[in-house]
């Protein structure tokens, strides 16, 4: 859009800064903001915290507290976000600093990442509005490029708008919250405000308050998350609706069944607003509605189920307990207070909780305690479970901190929760409550101490020995000593065949079948499945791991050697560690170290609704595969082929560092021999041509991370039949536009900060190409490869376009090897 046009259209639709010429004069409107002094508003308050305002919304009356956005920090002002805040306006229209006005703020768009001084903020020409940092990092964008975007406003309601030609809303801030409601906005199903840690360190804490299918939710974030509040509607669902809350004059309004037109199912009554309100997620977890009246007062706590505020996850912090509104350790001897001046901050164990001694586990028993949420009965055991077997199940499993049991009468018929990890508890009040409660808080002690739980030592019968005839008793004499020879023939048998693996250099933990059991709470978080075993979520002591469980024999039992063998020998930042094993009579099973953002395939499918991934963050994924892959090929006492290079076999942890996965189907080529002989096997669509030959080397692994290259640079899959005829396979797609020149239409549309590093996707989407040359002695080796990432290197020059087979009798009509999808992908945070 020509630069006058879109003046035209920034003031059409700013009629109050419009109306403000010294605050906005036309001469000096830009659309690059930079974070300093000269901004329009810059003001200072009496508690550290400034503001430097790009837009203001007056409020009708043209003074008093009013919405405006621009760039916000807390004292010491060190880093800044760019948000939307209430501020309070004088009758001139400018921003004041009353002692008591300080700015509020109800939305910000990089609490995660905040920026410095001289970051700026770009309302590009094509609509879309980008924030960098100093070094001109990307930061955040509303990703609006190419939909016709002509203006930016703040509405009255403190809604910060991007909209069309047609005036129609293209991105709002109401529909990404924080911790933060205001007037007139809604929660929709899925959505969620997250509490800050505190007022002035803005990084989200692990409360947050979500909506789901029958209302409002709260949780402390853990695995599983815990509830501390809920709403509870129940009945038929309207087809195609989705649950929402919207924040009324009045009311927190319910919209979940739908029954009347426009009428919520439930409302919680508020106070009606007289002035500016807003309702925030505190750190404590407690909603609070504030309001402007001669200052901001708080003028009710939303969720305050509980006078005495106890039923709160972080209220003593962890494992203290709240009685009255003070806190308390479970017990001298064995937690001790975090910070004895601050008992709210909780309790820490004086000695922690190792799976390594499990025979040191004992429970420490608490009367009339009971847990912050009065035990969640939908995360509970099922009904009617003993004190005895509730206390016991914790024993059983190591990732138990706790047996929480409620009951009524009797101890034998209650409730059971055994959380994972332990919050505040706080003293039950049966008058109140009407039940009883009582807490076992796991405890680790040396063996050699007294145990806390009574054990009775039950007497033997005496056995009874009736001897026969002579014969009889030669009889069954031989007959013990056959089965004797045969079992110990069976376990030498079964004890060399698992012996082997104790011989491997360097080999990791060996786990018992049993001791992994008890880590993944009996197997029951699995999260997916594929190759030849699925993947289940567990933890050792204080330390998240994920367990690949083989679920077949033979062929199974094959991979999982090769595995231990090849994974136990390597190390490197860019593998994904082994932690263990366990080779338990017909058991096995892999530990691998926890990454939280698990698989590369849900960053760049956008299946997940998840944020693009900037430009740098993509070729720091590409360049961490490409020395992973270096070191298996080139650095290696034998050359390892990994064979199934795919998007789902690459893990990230929570700083995107890419760790290469899932050795099962590696194949050890000694460095003597050129290629070896091996049946096909790997992933439709990403399969070298060589396969068909059965003859590889560890040039098939170059073809797959050129195939996965593209796919990380155009943000889609290689096989996609949700696109339009002819664009179904990448690859065919890349042969087409290379011959012609038109390599920019591939590159991610989803992301404006790819768009702005157009020059650099084209230099690796031609690295892409010289991957995946069909001669595998044309490909570079993955050394070369990182080299080309880094910039030492050029792509070749000489590369033939033609990446797909098509050699009659064994192509597809696509022309490439299967054009079946492939796995489904799962959504892991380990290896598969």
Same mark, same amino acid.
């Given at each position: ?47 550290? !915290? ?12 043209? &003074?008093?507290?009013?919405? *405006? ?8 002002? *060190?880093?800044? &976000? ?12 400018? #921003? ?76 709002q ?34 409360l ?15 695995s599983?998350?815990?509830l ?13 609706r989705?649950?929402?809350?919207? &924040? ?19 409302? #919680? ?44 996850p ?6 203290? #307990? ?54 969640d ?13 509730? /206390? ?10 706790a ?14 929760f ?36 009574? !054990? ?36 030498s ?7 082997f ?12 079948? %049993? ?10 978080? /699995? ?32 991979? &999982? ?37 698990g ?21 720091? #994924? ?83 991370f ?5 796919e ?19 690859i065919?797609?890349?042969?087409? /536009? ?19 590093? %157009? ?5 690796i ?10 001669? !595998? ?28 087979i ?27």
């Amino acid at each position: 859009m020509p630069p006058p046009l879109f003046f035209f259209f920034f003031f059409f639709f700013f009629p109050t800064l419009h109306s403000q010429p010294f605050d906005y004069p036309i001469a000096n409107l830009s659309t690059l903001w930079t974070n300093d002094p000269s901004l329009p508003h810059h003001v200072s308050y009496p508690d550290g !915290s400034s503001i430097r305002a790009i837009l203001l919304r007056l409020n009708p009356s043209g &003074f008093g507290p009013s919405f *405006a956005a621009g760039f916000f920090c807390t004292s010491p002002c *060190a880093s800044f &976000f760019f948000a939307a805040f209430v501020v309070y306006a004088n009758s001139g229209g400018r #921003i004041t600093n009353p002692t008591l006005a300080i700015p509020q703020v109800v939305w910000s768009a990089n609490r995660h990442r905040p920026v410095q001084e001289n970051a700026t903020l770009h309302f590009t020409p094509n609509g879309d509005l980008v924030l960098k940092d100093l070094d001109g990092g990307l930061v955040w964008s509303t990703n609006t490029s190419s939909r016709n975007v002509v203006s930016m406003s703040v509405s009255e309601s403190g809604n910060l708008v991007l909209v069309d030609r047609n005036n129609l809303a293209v991105w709002q801030s109401f529909e990404h919250p924080t911790d933060a409601l205001v007037l007139g906005q809604s929660l929709s199903q899925g959505m969620r405000l997250t509490a800050n840690t505190s007022s002035t360190n803005w990084t989200e804490s692990d409360l947050y308050l979500t909506v789901l299918s029958d209302g409002l939710h709260a949780f402390v974030d853990s695995s599983p998350p815990q509830l501390y509040f809920q709403t509870g509607i129940s009945g038929t669902k309207a087809e195609n609706r989705s649950t929402y809350v919207s &924040f009324l004059n009045g009311s927190l309004a319910i919209f979940a069944l739908f029954l009347q037109p426009g009428e919520p199912d439930m409302v #919680i009554s508020l106070p009606p607003a007289d002035s500016v309100q807003y309702m925030r997620l505190e750190s404590d977890g407690h909603l609070r509605l504030y309001e402007w009246r001669t200052d901001w007062k708080m003028v009710m706590d939303v969720l305050n189920v509980f006078p005495d505020n106890c039923a709160y996850p972080t209220v003593c912090g962890q494992y203290g #307990i709240c009685s009255n509104g003070q806190c308390s350790c479970p017990s001298a001897e064995y937690f001790r207070p975090v910070n004895d001046r601050q008992a709210n901050l909780g309790c820490a164990a004086v000695t922690s909780i190792s799976c390594q001694s499990i025979q040191g586990h004992q429970l420490l028993a608490l009367d009339n305690v009971s847990y912050f949420n009065y035990i969640d009965l939908d995360a509970a055991l099922p009904q009617g479970i003993s004190e005895t077997s509730c /206390k016991q199940a914790c024993l059983n499993n190591c990732s138990c901190k706790a047996a929480l049991f409620q009951y009524g009468g009797n101890v034998s018929h209650g409730s059971c929760f055994l959380p994972s990890q332990i919050f505040s508890l706080q003293t039950n009040r049966p008058e109140v409550t009407h039940y009883n409660s009582s807490a076992f808080i796991k405890v680790q002690v040396i063996p050699s101490t007294s145990s806390l739980r009574n !054990s009775t030592t039950e007497k033997g019968a005496g056995v009874g020995v009736v001897v026969g005839s002579s014969l009889g008793a030669f009889l069954v004499l031989l007959s013990i000593v056959a089965l004797v020879l045969v079992f110990v023939r069976r376990r030498s048998r079964e004890a060399s065949e698992e012996d082997f693996l104790d011989q491997v250099p360097g080999m990791p933990t060996r786990f018992t079948f %049993e001791e992994l059991r008890v880590a993944t709470w009996e197997f029951s978080t /699995k999260l997916g499945e594929g190759g030849f075993g699925s993947v289940f979520e567990g933890k050792i002591g204080d330390d998240r791991i994920a367990v690949k469980r083989l679920d077949g024999i033979g062929q199974g039992k094959k991979e &999982f050697l090769a595995e231990v063998e090849t994974i136990g020998s390597v190390h490197h930042f860019n593998l994904v560690r082994l932690i263990g094993f366990c080779a338990d009579r017909s058991h096995r099973l892999l530990v691998y170290e926890y990454m939280c953002n698990g698989s590369l395939d849900k960053w760049i499918y956008y299946r997940d609704e998840n944020v693009p991934l900037d430009w740098q963050t993509r070729h720091k #994924i590409m360049t961490d595969i490409a020395k992973g892959l270096s070191y298996l090929h080139e650095e290696c006492r034998q050359r390892i082929a990994h064979l199934d290079i795919k998007p789902q076999n690459i893990l990230l942890d929570d700083k995107f560092t890419a760790k290469v996965s899932d050795f099962g189907l590696s194949k050890l080529i000694d460095r003597d021999q050129s290629h070896v002989m091996t049946r096909m096997r790997g992933t439709p669509g990403y399969l070298a041509p060589e396969w068909l030959t059965s003859i590889i080397t560890e040039k098939v692994d170059i073809y797959s991370f050129g195939v996965v290259v593209m796919e990380i640079v155009c943000g889609r899959k290689n096989l996609d039949h949700s696109q339009p005829e002819g664009g179904v396979h990448l690859i065919s797609l890349l042969q087409d /536009k290379a011959k012609i020149g038109r390599l920019l239409d591939l590159v991610d549309h989803h992301s404006n900060d790819m768009q702005l590093h %157009e020059n650099e996707a084209i230099r690796i989407i031609k690295l892409a190409m010289w991957c995946l040359q069909i001669d !595998s002695s044309r490909r570079p080796s993955m050394s070369m490869v990182v080299k080309v990432l880094e910039g030492a290197m050029d792509v070749e020059t000489s590369i033939d376009y033609n990446f797909v087979i098509t050699t009659p009798g064994i192509t597809s009509k696509a022309g490439y090897l299967d054009d079946s999808p492939p796995p489904s992908a799962s959504l892991l945070s380990g290896p598969r």
